[in-house]
């Protein structure tokens, strides 16, 4: 009896043994997170982060972070659920398109939204725009009237989110009015009832970039286990001599790949745009990798734009006429849009 028992031990030791002798490993690349690296290897991330975890915590980086070099653990695929039907898979599609989103920082007119593409399904999104609360950012004027930057940028960070969402997308408003909708005034009014999500936003500066980049990294936290692409845009305007028009430019991280090959997917989406609508101008917009706070101290891919100098009034013209806010926040979309689509 005695001998059996040994035997059935020694068996069960040698079988788990193979098992994590045939278990695949791999490096991640540049700039990928788990997520990332877990979709490049068939493994959906909703299915298998904690697993992954698990498996490779003592390898893991700050905020569990994938260090270049580092062979990690790759769980194991888990049995298939039951399939689904073609015509159910066309139902779900169906119900997808029909969804609408209550959200009441668009204002009482575009609260509801109605989510009409499955583009961007899958993808969580945080937008934040410049400055708020106490701080009003850079300030142009036209004739005796102020243009302060934090309230064009946050009008443009609502249509953009606004954008995001119809096309199917999760999205985290990081700066908040609770008054202000999308508006298509000429010059929008100021205040400083701007919050990071409800909290207050503090007047120092580094005290408040690390609010904001602490809210967004709590939420990744939790969003990276759901989401196969998260990202993040910071949204400026400029202050320059009156004399300088300027293109809207981009900056990305120095230590993400990911961020720099946004950057570029944002800045060809403008350059097409501006051939399209302005083929006699040119597009002169750049990118450039920046060591901002925002960009290192973000854990998700980020992404920086300045949308021009509201010192020119060439560039105001870009701010003032709601119609091109508009054009701002729809490229800026399509912009994620390319670039979700290219991720590998």
């Not at 159910?88 to 169906?94: F, M, R």
């Not at 009008?155 to 609770?178: P, S, W």
Request: glycine share 6%.
């Amino acid at each position: 009896m005695n001998k059996r028992l040994c035997l059935f031990l020694l068996l069960s030791v040698l079988l788990s043994v193979t098992a994590l002798w045939a278990q695949q490993k791999a490096t991640p690349k540049a700039g990928e997170g788990i997520s990332t690296f877990l979709l490049r290897h068939n493994r959906a991330p909703k299915k298998y982060y904690d697993d992954f975890i698990q498996l490779n915590k003592k390898k893991l980086g700050k905020d569990e972070s994938l260090k270049m070099g580092e062979t990690y653990l790759i769980p194991p695929a888990k049995s298939s659920s039951k399939a689904v039907a073609p015509s159910e898979k066309k139902e779900k599609a169906k119900k997808v398109a029909k969804t609408k989103i209550h959200e009441p920082l668009f204002g009482k007119q575009l609260a509801d939204v109605k989510v009409t593409s499955k583009r961007l399904a899958g993808a969580c999104f945080y937008v934040v725009s410049g400055h708020g609360g106490p701080d009003p950012g850079a300030i142009g004027k036209v004739g005796n009237i102020e243009l302060h930057e934090d309230e064009y940028a946050y009008d443009i960070a609502l249509r953009l989110a606004r954008n995001l969402m119809q096309e199917g997308a999760e999205v985290r408003i990081i700066i908040q009015d609770a008054k202000d909708g999308i508006r298509d005034d000429a010059y929008l009014s100021n205040s400083k009832r701007e919050t990071c999500m409800g909290d207050p936003i503090p007047l120092n500066q580094v005290e408040r970039l690390k609010q904001r980049c602490e809210k967004i990294n709590t939420l990744y936290r939790k969003d990276r286990k759901n989401y196969d692409y998260c990202r993040a845009i910071f949204i400026h305007v400029d202050s320059r001599s009156k004399r300088e028009q300027t293109d809207v430019f981009f900056y990305h991280s120095l230590k993400k790949a990911e961020s720099k090959r946004l950057a570029k997917h944002m800045k060809d989406t403008f350059e097409s745009k501006y051939d399209k609508h302005q083929p006699n101008r040119g597009f002169s917009g750049t990118v450039s990798g920046r060591n901002l706070y925002v960009l290192a101290c973000t854990t998700p891919v980020s992404v920086f734009v300045e949308l021009g100098n509201i010192q020119n009034k060439f560039d105001q013209r870009r701010f003032v006429m709601s119609s091109n806010r508009q054009a701002l926040a729809k490229w800026l979309m399509e912009g994620f849009i390319k670039d979700y689509k290219g991720r590998k």
